[in-house]
């Protein structure tokens, strides 16, 4: 393996006053700024939204009696809009909390040392990502890395002396000439820059080379591209997923290998036309537990526990869980269980699952949402956050064995939840049959017999879920920002969000049954609960609008093409030409796996499931949003459809977001999405 020598560590930067995290500007001329104090204190607005403190990145002390995790705040001056994301730690029952992190820098990604003595994190207070290190008990932070490429992940070996890491290559010097000197053409799918494995050691608060610097070896590299790993229990091997490259595409048909970090041989472990990831180390050693797809590997597939003999050999599957797309959380300390999370229908499951075969059982009650979900190295507690409908996030810790969840923090105590209205699970038989779920939130202060505008918000993927998250806005994701659906309740809509064929949380066969149907049986989905909303006597049938991010985008624009019962609509980084779309994105195969082959092969389903190749029937006003960055949907799918509708005179705006990729994440253009759409339907709904 190949040694370096890094820089020095470098100093803590100045301070920041933690009051200005939540500085807030205002827009002039959007709706919620003309409310006045007094109405503000009974409404919800998009403001109290970007109040609401987001909790992630959580990591358990390995005696499981303390949790550190990122809190993550807007900070907008007049010439400033980005989050910032500081550490801090808490005792179990939620007493002694305290920032372990401050500054004009953000810090995140905490994980505690074995010895429960350090937590190292990654920060970019020395311009890129790298990992810090500082004792538990406070004090300065030493810088661990120094590249220049900045760190994507890290993990701590069982023994706590050496930290693994992933980083993409560093650019070649000739590369970087011809980048400073302007001559620098790039020829498509050739020097793709690879993520690999590297290993720092850490023997304590000294460094271990001469120049004051920390000692870095190369773990893996080649023509392959790394996305996770997990360190054998006597820290001689990695067992390491990876793919052909970093492109989203090429991550579906990942494999597992391990390489013993002596000699640094790689040997290939599963290999198959499924998508294999996630492995894990049995505690003693002998079997690596993953997961793998069923074929073809996407999205949409039904994802399956494996165990293979760490050394190799014929690999074991054991029971199938109930949503079948497990997320693996680490083994129980005897090495009898796995733990692992999945969706459950609009809530989240905590589960183990028998390493003998046996059906799974659930660890967590059922209810609401918890994310986020860390396990201490024991794996005796868990650490996550929790959330409801009507309940914002904060951090719970919890004994495995007893579970019984202890309140954490209380970040999002004060809120003016008196101005949202109750969310319900609805459930309704849709045109064929087919039993369909989703979430109602009612208008704030509902009145039964009064008739209200409704708003149907339909979730992207296709392959996600309509959850019991807090209507305030409340994930680590900048897409529960989009549709400030406490806000609009505020206002006096009532809104559905389904789960049609196609969504995740209800097993792999419903997710796969809008395979070849894009805009056929989901679509109807769609239309049934809104019909079920009406007959309810909740919805107004003559103030109806519709939106939605991505998949939703496409589900939107499709639905103004099929029936002029909406009044208004919103189109979110949405999908509108399928034969654009799949020469384009760089998710190439998403549009390809759904419809069972490309368009140049099945052109006549991709023209009629398009929304763009309909846009003569379409006479709703159509409000569309855009990154201006986008890579996954092209901006290209917004202009098609604008320029169609503006072409028939359709009433149309469209709104790009620079600086932005699929999804928006600057704090002041998360406002601007939110309070456009609030403008928009008002305009035409209310």
Same mark, same amino acid.
């Given at each position: 393996?190949?040694?370096?020598?890094?820089?020095?560590?470098?100093?803590?930067?100045?301070?920041?006053?933690?009051?200005?995290?939540?500085?807030?500007?205002?827009?002039?001329?959007?709706?919620?700024?003309?409310?006045?104090?007094?109405?503000?204190?009974?409404?919800?607005?998009?403001?109290?939204?970007?109040?609401?403190?987001?909790?992630?990145?959580?990591?358990?002390?390995?005696?499981?009696?303390?949790?550190?995790?990122?809190?993550?705040?807007?900070?907008?001056?007049?010439?400033?809009?980005?989050?910032?994301?500081?550490?801090?730690?808490?005792?179990?029952?939620?007493?002694?909390?305290?920032?372990?992190?401050?500054?004009?820098?953000?810090?995140?990604?905490?994980?505690?040392?074995?010895?429960?003595?350090?937590?190292?994190?990654?920060?970019?207070?020395?311009?890129?990502?790298?990992?810090?290190?500082?004792?538990?008990?406070?004090?300065?932070?030493?810088?661990?890395?120094?590249?220049?490429?900045?760190?994507?992940?890290?993990?701590?070996?069982?023994?706590?002396?050496?930290?693994?890491?992933?980083?993409?290559?560093?650019?070649?010097?000739?590369?970087?000439?011809?980048?400073?000197?302007?001559?620098?053409?790039?020829?498509?799918?050739?020097?793709?820059?690879?993520?690999?494995?590297?290993?720092?050691?850490?023997?304590?608060?000294?460094?271990?080379?001469?120049?004051?610097?920390?000692?870095?070896?190369?773990?893996?590299?080649?023509?392959?591209?790394?996305?996770?790993?997990?360190?054998?229990?006597?820290?001689?091997?990695?067992?390491?997923?990876?793919?052909?490259?970093?492109? !989203?595409?090429?991550?579906?048909?990942?494999?597992?290998?391990?390489?013993?970090?002596?000699?640094?041989?790689?040997?290939?472990?599963?290999?198959?036309?499924?998508?294999?990831?996630?492995?894990?180390?049995?505690?003693?050693?002998?079997?690596?537990?993953?997961?793998?797809?069923?074929?073809?590997?996407?999205?949409?597939?039904?994802?399956?526990?494996?165990?293979?003999?760490?050394?190799?050999?014929?690999?074991?599957?054991?029971?199938?869980?109930?949503?079948?797309?497990?997320?693996?959380?680490?083994?129980?300390?005897?090495?009898?269980?796995?733990?692992?999370?999945?969706?459950?229908?609009?809530?989240?499951?905590?589960?183990?699952?028998?390493?003998?075969?046996?059906?799974?059982?659930?660890?967590?009650?059922?209810?609401?949402?918890?994310?986020?979900?860390?396990?201490?190295?024991?794996?005796?507690?868990?650490?996550?956050?929790?959330?409801?409908?009507?309940?914002?996030?904060?951090?719970?810790?919890?004994?495995?064995?007893?579970?019984?969840?202890?309140?954490?923090?209380?970040?999002?105590?004060?809120? !003016?939840?008196?101005?949202?209205?109750?969310?319900?699970?609805?459930?309704?038989?849709?045109?064929?049959?087919?039993?369909?779920?989703?979430?109602?939130?009612?208008?704030?202060?509902?009145?039964?017999?009064?008739?209200?505008?409704?708003?149907?918000?339909?979730?992207?993927?296709?392959?996600?879920?309509?959850?019991?998250?807090?209507?305030?806005?409340?994930?680590?994701?900048?897409?529960?920002?989009?549709?400030?659906?406490?806000?609009?309740?505020?206002?006096?809509?009532?809104?559905?969000?389904?789960?049609?064929?196609?969504?995740?949380?209800?097993?792999?066969?419903?997710?796969?049954?809008?395979?070849?149907?894009?805009?056929?049986?989901?679509?109807?989905?769609?239309?049934?609960?809104?019909?079920?909303?009406?007959?309810?006597?909740?919805?107004?049938?003559?103030?109806?609008?519709?939106?939605?991010?991505?998949?939703?985008?496409?589900?939107?624009?499709?639905?103004?093409?099929?029936?002029?019962?909406?009044?208004?609509?919103?189109?979110?980084?949405?999908?509108?030409?399928?034969?654009?779309?799949?020469?384009?994105?760089?998710?190439?195969?998403?549009?390809?796996?759904?419809?069972?082959?490309?368009?140049?092969?099945?052109?006549?389903?991709?023209?009629?499931?398009?929304?763009?190749?309909?846009?003569?029937?379409?006479?709703?006003?159509?409000?569309?949003?855009?990154?201006?960055?986008?890579?996954?949907?092209?901006?290209?799918?917004?202009?098609?459809?604008?320029?169609?509708?503006?072409?028939?005179?359709?009433?149309?705006?469209?709104?790009?977001?620079?600086?932005?990729?699929?999804?928006?994440?600057?704090?002041?253009?998360?406002?601007?999405?939110?309070?456009?759409?609030?403008?928009?339907?008002?305009?035409?709904?209310?």
């Amino acid at each position: 393996m190949t040694l370096l020598s890094l820089s020095p560590t470098r100093p803590f930067p100045l301070l920041l006053a933690l009051a200005l995290l939540t500085t807030l500007t205002h827009q002039p001329g959007l709706a919620f700024d003309s409310q006045s104090s007094e109405e503000a204190r009974s409404r919800w607005t998009v403001n109290d939204t970007m109040k609401i403190t987001v909790m992630s990145g959580i990591d358990i002390s390995p005696d499981g009696s303390m949790v550190a995790y990122v809190v993550k705040r807007p900070f907008m001056t007049k010439y400033e809009s980005e989050w910032q994301h500081q550490i801090f730690v808490t005792q179990r029952g939620g007493n002694n909390t305290f920032p372990l992190t401050e500054g004009e820098s953000s810090s995140y990604c905490p994980k505690w040392s074995p010895d429960g003595r350090w937590i190292a994190f990654l920060s970019d207070r020395s311009g890129d990502d790298n990992i810090w290190i500082i004792s538990t008990k406070g004090g300065e932070a030493s810088q661990v890395t120094d590249v220049d490429t900045e760190v994507l992940d890290f993990k701590w070996s069982l023994d706590g002396k050496t930290l693994s890491f992933l980083a993409p290559d560093p650019r070649p010097d000739k590369e970087l000439a011809a980048i400073k000197g302007k001559d620098d053409a790039r020829v498509k799918g050739q020097n793709v820059r690879m993520n690999h494995l590297w290993a720092v050691a850490w023997p304590g608060a000294a460094p271990s080379s001469s120049d004051g610097g920390y000692e870095l070896a190369r773990i893996t590299e080649g023509n392959f591209s790394v996305l996770d790993w997990d360190w054998s229990p006597d820290g001689k091997s990695i067992a390491f997923s990876h793919a052909a490259s970093p492109e !989203p595409a090429d991550e579906f048909f990942s494999d597992i290998s391990t390489v013993y970090l002596e000699t640094g041989n790689v040997t290939p472990l599963v290999k198959s036309d499924a998508m294999e990831k996630s492995p894990l180390y049995s505690p003693d050693g002998r079997w690596i537990a993953y997961t793998a797809s069923d074929l073809p590997p996407a999205d949409f597939s039904a994802f399956w526990v494996y165990l293979v003999p760490a050394n190799g050999g014929q690999p074991r599957r054991l029971a199938k869980t109930p949503d079948q797309k497990p997320h693996l959380l680490g083994w129980s300390e005897d090495g009898k269980r796995l733990y692992l999370w999945e969706y459950r229908k609009t809530t989240t499951a905590f589960s183990a699952l028998p390493a003998d075969g046996s059906e799974p059982e659930d660890v967590s009650a059922q209810g609401g949402v918890m994310d986020e979900i860390r396990m201490n190295r024991a794996k005796t507690a868990v650490g996550f956050t929790f959330q409801n409908s009507s309940v914002p996030p904060e951090v719970y810790v919890s004994d495995v064995e007893g579970f019984s969840p202890d309140k954490a923090t209380s970040f999002n105590d004060g809120l !003016p939840l008196r101005a949202l209205g109750k969310t319900e699970i609805v459930s309704w038989n849709s045109s064929d049959g087919q039993r369909i779920e989703g979430l109602l939130t009612y208008p704030a202060g509902y009145q039964p017999g009064v008739r209200y505008p409704l708003l149907l918000v339909i979730h992207g993927g296709p392959a996600s879920t309509s959850s019991q998250d807090f209507i305030g806005g409340s994930t680590f994701y900048p897409l529960s920002y989009f549709y400030p659906y406490a806000a609009f309740s505020s206002e006096g809509y009532a809104i559905l969000r389904p789960n049609p064929r196609g969504s995740g949380g209800y097993g792999a066969v419903f997710r796969k049954a809008n395979i070849r149907d894009w805009g056929g049986m989901d679509y109807l989905d769609l239309m049934t609960g809104v019909d079920y909303v009406v007959r309810m006597g909740v919805a107004d049938p003559d103030r109806l609008g519709v939106m939605g991010w991505s998949y939703g985008g496409y589900l939107t624009a499709w639905t103004v093409t099929q029936t002029d019962r909406f009044g208004a609509a919103s189109v979110g980084g949405g999908i509108t030409d399928l034969v654009s779309m799949d020469g384009t994105s760089d998710l190439s195969d998403l549009v390809s796996a759904y419809l069972n082959g490309s368009f140049w092969e099945e052109y006549d389903l991709y023209t009629n499931r398009s929304p763009l190749y309909h846009v003569k029937n379409v006479t709703t006003p159509i409000l569309i949003q855009h990154g201006a960055e986008d890579t996954l949907v092209p901006i290209t799918q917004g202009e098609e459809l604008y320029s169609a509708l503006t072409g028939r005179a359709v009433p149309v705006e469209m709104v790009l977001y620079p600086r932005s990729g699929h999804e928006p994440e600057e704090p002041k253009l998360l406002r601007d999405v939110m309070s456009r759409n609030l403008e928009w339907f008002k305009r035409y709904l209310l």
